[in-house]
């Protein structure tokens, strides 16, 4: 189950219902709130337990009717997500997770956020408009420049990275720009982050081949450390034993 980073619809928060004793996939007891949001397409086809994409969260549908839905926001959703900056009239991007014999005409989007950001600026140029966005420099080495991220569940293309000052920018044309939430927020707003799921897999498994590489290249330095204190005292003994025949 994936989605594409085509947002269908924006919602708006019907409701949110903050709870002490949110009830957990486990069946434990938790803090979180349900939130109930108002839409039209995102329900369509909906059943209990189908994923919906909020804001690029993927989300479980607990209840829903022909014109809304519910969802769980879980404590951990709220630490690494925007929801927690939600409140009752709040727009959100909605998508319904990819059927199989769907077109895809973003990109692999999981639903599972990486971190918020925060907007730092807004330029229009014409009828485009630049966002520049923060993150963190855990996430800031799987954002590269012509590379997809999903902001705020939407799949969108990076144009330039500043490593040292930690921010990314994009353009949204002016299509974009009324079918999505982004521009309707203000600079300082958090926005959900998802890098390229592909290049999360890639850095992973060069990863491991850099562990053994470190791993092999301590060994080799260790084996010359060890031949080289080996040689030095074969010298040293070597020298004791032509002083000792020179002085016979």
């Given at each position: 189950m994936v989605f594409t980073g085509i947002v269908e619809e924006m919602g708006e928060v019907a409701a949110i219902d903050r709870k002490a004793d949110l009830e957990m996939w486990d069946g434990s007891k938790s803090e979180g709130f349900v939130l109930k949001i108002n839409c039209k397409k995102a329900v369509t086809d909906a059943y209990i337990g189908c994923s919906i994409a909020v804001n690029g969260t993927c989300l479980t549908a607990t209840k829903f009717d022909d014109n809304s839905f519910e969802v769980n926001c879980a404590p951990e959703?709220?630490?690494?997500?925007?929801?927690?900056?939600?409140?009752?009239?709040s727009l959100v991007n909605l998508e319904r997770s990819m059927a199989a014999n769907d077109r895809n005409s973003g990109h692999v989007v999981q639903g599972h956020v990486d971190e918020a950001g925060k907007i730092m600026k807004f330029t229009r140029e014409g009828?485009?408009?630049w966002v520049q966005i923060s993150l963190?420099?855990?996430?800031?080495?799987?954002?590269?420049?012509?590379?997809y991220i999903a902001v705020d569940g939407t799949s969108l293309t990076v144009c330039e990275v500043n490593q040292r000052e930690k921010w990314f920018n994009l353009m949204l044309?002016?299509?974009?720009q009324q079918c999505i939430v982004i521009p309707k927020k203000q600079v300082g707003d958090r926005v959900n982050l998802e890098a390229d799921c592909l290049g999360k897999y890639a850095a992973a498994a060069v990863g491991g081949l850099r562990d053994r590489v470190d791993m092999l290249e301590s060994q080799l330095q260790a084996?010359?450390?060890?031949?080289?204190?080996?040689?030095?005292?074969?010298?040293?003994?070597?020298a004791l034993i032509l002083c000792k025949k020179m002085s016979q």
């Open positions: 959703t709220l630490r690494c997500t925007d929801l927690g900056d939600l409140v009752v009239g009828e485009s408009l963190s420099e855990k996430l800031l080495p799987f954002v590269v420049p012509k590379g044309i002016a299509h974009t084996t010359q450390l060890g031949a080289s204190i080996a040689a030095a005292a074969l010298g040293a003994c070597v």
